[in-house]
């Protein structure tokens, strides 16, 4: 599943000359926490959160002006303190993904760097959505038809190009995939394997696959066998 298949195409945006409260104001107004900051022709400038907007709530000692003739952490608070406009309390550059990026890139990349949205934009920078944990956590809510065709269709046909993918059998229940049947090489299946664990809605992933080549160095031909024993040993 691609990022541009949860995202949100309807995007509120605002410009960098727009003042802090106007950013308070959409907030409280649409119920959300964050807004893309972008330029005229609609690229991504920024982001503008609520804990941007929190340090000029957090008291005097936050806004003096001697916090920011030095670098680092204590600099960028105390402009942000004493920020007017959007532009001297965003946070740049904002952290973007692609929309031809998988879901489950896309919910590595907010685990890691602790954020709570991500601005969708294009190569040349323009923004074209915007995809959010609330939106992650929906795309795993799916059923096991939805998983088992997404599994088929996309990954054994489009992804890998089995030329005969009805030899691999494809069962899952409540999430839990099960994989059977052969396949040209061993790093056929490993790959296989590692693709399947990546599709939103999979909570596990067990194997009982056969190659015709061996091809596969000793430490990943070890994770593989180990996959199949798992599978063996239900």
Known sequence: MKVQEIMTSDVLTIGPEAEIRDVARIFVEHGISGLPVCGAGREILG???EGD????????????????????????????????????AMTTPAITVSPNRSVA????????????????????GQLVGIVTRTDLVRAFVRTDEEIRREITEDLIRRTLWIEAPETIRV????????????????????????????????????????WA??????????????????????
């Open 105 to 124: 890139d896309a919910a590595k990349l907010m685990s890691e760097r602790g954020i709570n949205r991500l601005p969708v934009v294009k190569r040349d």
């Open 213 to 234: 080549t061996d091809d596969m160095s000793r430490e990943a031909a070890r994770e593989l066998r180990r996959t199949q024993v798992l599978a063996s040993s239900k």
């Open 53 to 88: 907007i929190l340090f000029k709530e957090q008291g005097s000692s936050r806004r003096r002006p001697v916090l920011s003739r030095f670098g680092g952490k204590e600099s960028k608070e105390a402009e942000k303190a004493l920020a007017v406009k959007v532009s001297e």
């Open 171 to 210: 069962d899952v229940e409540r999430g839990a995939v099960r994989l059977q049947g052969h396949l040209e090489t061993s790093s056929d299946a490993s790959l296989l394997v590692r693709l399947v664990s990546r599709v939103p809605g999979v909570v596990s992933v067990e194997t009982d696959l056969t």
């Open 47 to 49: 982001v503008v959160s």
